[in-house]
């Protein structure tokens, strides 16, 4: 079974994660944060992972803990529930489309965590939500998955929709890259024989 659970509590957050890197996309999300769940709920749909996240954050100083904290922990799960990685598709990419926006994501479950990042928004808040926390969610999310994710929003107006392009896109190119391959026949798909 590919799933693991992390609670991880510092005197800013209180975060409880679960994750089925093989399920049907079932997401039990409250962040606190309202567009944070959503991009959240989207990142399991589209990703066919079951994720069950309840954070109490320090939301009276700002979102910016809570939205941090979560994607220390997500990617931490992400880890755990993938163990030695064997047999799985190892890298993928994805150009995804939404609406006027289209963004490309690149993907290498490495284990040498890496964030390249060209995404940028023209307003600095999508509702209550600042933008700029779309990039701390992604830095931390791959430092704490052990991943290389190249992420470029090639054009695009909209910020609800390159927030969402690119947290879709996280899960469309995960959704491949942590995929089994038959072909690899349950080995690590390395020629160290680690990742
Ligand atoms: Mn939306």
């Given amino acids: 079974m590919r799933t693991a659970s992390i609670s991880r509590r510092t005197a800013e957050t209180d975060v409880s994660v679960s994750i089925d890197l093989d399920g049907t996309g079932k997401a039990t999300i409250a962040t606190g944060v309202g567009f944070l769940d959503h991009m959240l709920e989207l990142f399991a749909r589209h990703g066919l992972f079951d994720v069950t996240i309840k954070v109490e954050g320090d939301l009276h100083v700002d979102q910016h803990h809570t939205t941090e904290d979560t994607g220390i922990a997500l990617g931490q799960a992400v880890a755990k529930a993938l163990g030695d990685k064997r047999g799985i598709a190892r890298y993928a990419d994805i150009h995804l489309p939404m609406d006027e926006t289209l963004s490309r994501i690149a993907i290498d479950i490495s284990g040498r965590p ?67 391959d038959p072909r690899e026949d349950g080995r690590v798909p390395s020629t160290k024989g680690s990742l």
Avoid at 160 to 172: D, P, T
């Fill in 114 to 180: 890496f964030l390249v990042f060209r995404t940028t928004f023209r307003v600095e808040k999508i509702g209550q939500f600042d933008t700029e926390l779309v990039r701390e969610f992604f830095q931390a999310f791959a430092m704490n998955a052990g991943i290389t994710l190249h992420v470029e929003t090639l054009y695009g107006d909209n910020a609800h929709h390159i927030a969402e392009s690119v947290f879709k896109g996280l899960a469309r190119a995960l959704r491949k890259a942590v995929a089994i």
